[in-house]
């Protein structure tokens, strides 16, 4: 029996042909150990077809289309998936079994495109392994791909993905790390404030250690040990009130 993988990446959705195993059968074990070779590798799978993703909000909300498996959400098959795997799998004549079967990483997904389309769905260890290969070897895949493309396209969706999760978190715990990166500014912006009213004060009223140090204290400690020492060696030097 024929044996398609569904490969979700980041630029788009890939389906892969996996022949020629006889000789290692289902040994799980033996592809894991194989799936390195590249030439080997090449040889037992091979792309059938891919759909690029349209633009980045695209890949936004297949990505989010499907880990909603993961988190325990009804997932609902997009159109784009559907048409994509019953323009590109091999057609079913009439009331006839399928010769051949579609490996997935995870069985809540194969059981619901069985219950939508009837393809039948597979997904185990040497399912997994297999997928594991065109992880790995994806970018050898697509000959249009730049070096770099596939990385950038990864990069960018997980920023967006992750930034969509916090953004419609419904338990806020993200609101405790913005409050304290909040104070982190509040306590900075004042004690440049702070700093910045000492060296008024001090040109002000032409303080002559101040002027003479002026042109090499730069930061705010400093300023603040030069206007304590002011205050010890000099008492006409002007206090700051609070």
């Known amino acids: 029996m024929a044996l398609y993988l569904l490969y979700e990446s980041a630029s788009g959705y890939a389906l892969l042909h996996a022949h020629g195993l006889?000789?290692?059968g289902q040994n799980t074990e033996a592809v894991r150990n194989s799936i390195t070779d590249l030439n080997w590798f090449g040889k037992v799978v091979q792309l059938t077809a891919f759909h690029p993703f349209e633009s980045a909000l695209d890949a936004l909300n297949q990505c989010n289309a499907v880990s909603e498996v993961f988190l325990g959400v009804s997932w609902v098959m997009t159109d784009e998936l559907r048409?994509?795997?019953?323009?590109?799998?091999?057609?079913?004549?009439?009331?006839?079994?399928?010769?051949?079967?579609?490996?997935?990483?995870?069985?809540k997904i194969g059981s619901h495109i069985h219950e939508v389309t009837k393809i039948p769905c597979e997904s185990g260890d040497f399912v997994h392994e297999l997928l594991r290969g065109v992880r790995l070897?994806?970018?050898?895949?697509?000959?249009?791909l730049k070096p770099g493309d596939l990385e950038k396209a990864q990069l960018g969706l997980g920023h967006s993905y992750s930034r969509a999760k916090v953004k419609f978190n419904v338990n806020r715990v993200d609101n405790i790390?913005?409050?304290?990166?909040?104070?982190?500014?509040t306590l900075d912006k004042d004690v440049n404030s702070f700093s910045m009213r000492v060296r008024h004060v001090l040109v002000l009223h032409k303080h002559f250690m101040f002027l003479k140090l002026a042109s090499v204290v730069y930061k705010n400690i400093q300023v603040k040990k030069v206007y304590e020492f002011c205050l010890e060696v000099d008492p006409k030097c002007p206090k700051i009130p609070n």
């Open 22 to 24: 006889d000789e290692i």
């Open 83 to 107: 048409s994509f795997l019953e323009l590109n799998l091999p057609k079913v004549k009439g009331d006839k079994k399928p010769k051949f079967k579609l490996g997935l990483v995870d069985t």
């Open 137 to 144: 070897h994806f970018s050898k895949f697509l000959k249009d």
């Open 177 to 185: 790390v913005i409050q304290a990166i909040l104070l982190l500014d």
